[in-house]
């Protein structure tokens, strides 16, 4: 199976701030890479699909970049409710489908 | 308004069985492959299990491969889970989600609230 590694597993930051995430395939993917926010005791809400496609409803705040293997999400002007846990995932071949380890956007 | 409601999860011995329901609304159910993603207690997300929207094809992670069988029944709209052999790392909320496949990509667009199963003596 394709393994994915997020960095950082966690962060400190504040309302304002510009946040990046990184997520790295084990092989290349493409641009077969979504990224999720969860934010505690919910469901995974997807954010970016294909890499940098904004999911409808998602502000524009949000963005991804990347193919291949390396692959970033930012978060431009840190907002309280994007407190969460991020993670990525790759769709590329069949299932199953691997995510990240997940990364924690903490209150600094 | 798209909604997905699991039910069935709960307390089990090792070794037990379990099935978990999935009862979907909002869209075409039938068009639509699905899938039952997990999460362990505060561990991450882990893709267990994905069915076609015909039923045909069924693809399932290793560590579950040959215990859990994935199924549906487009005329109830209703994905399934049957848990056989169940282990203590089974333990997990269990999230079904419906996926969507496009050309430029694909994944889960939309989430259930998921259930708890807990797997102990």
């Known amino acids: 199976d394709i393994q994915m590694t997020q960095s950082p597993s966690s962060l400190s930051a504040s309302v304002g701030d510009r946040v990046t995430i990184t997520c790295r395939a084990s092989q290349t993917i493409g641009r077969y890479l979504n990224w999720y926010q969860q934010n505690a005791g919910k469901a995974p809400k997807l954010l970016i699909y294909a890499a940098s496609s904004l999911q409808s409803g998602v502000p524009s705040r949000f963005s991804g970049s990347g193919s291949g293997t390396d692959f970033t999400l930012t978060i431009s002007g840190l907002q309280p409710e994007d407190f969460a846990t991020y993670y990525c995932?790759?769709?590329?071949?069949?299932?199953?489908?691997?995510f990240g380890q997940g990364t924690e956007v903490e209150i600094k | 308004e798209v909604q997905l409601v699991e039910s069935g999860g709960g307390l089990v011995q090792p070794g037990g069985s379990l099935r978990l329901s999935c009862a979907a609304s909002g869209f075409t159910f039938s068009t639509y492959t699905v899938a039952w993603v997990r999460q362990a207690p505060g561990k991450g997300l882990e893709w267990v299990s994905s069915?076609?929207?015909?039923?045909?094809?069924?693809f399932y992670a290793d560590v579950v491969e040959g215990r859990f069988t994935i199924s549906r029944d487009n005329s109830k709209n209703t994905l399934y889970l049957q848990m056989n052999s169940l282990r203590a790392e089974d333990t997990a909320v269990y999230y079904c989600?419906?996926?969507?496949?496009?050309?430029?990509?694909?994944?889960?667009?939309?989430w259930g609230q998921g259930t708890l199963v807990t797997v102990s003596s």
């Open positions: 989600a419906k996926v969507f496949i496009l050309a430029a990509g694909r994944g889960a667009d939309y």
């Open positions: 995932q790759q769709t590329y071949s069949a299932p199953p489908w691997t």
């Open positions: 069915i076609t929207g015909s039923g045909v094809n069924t």
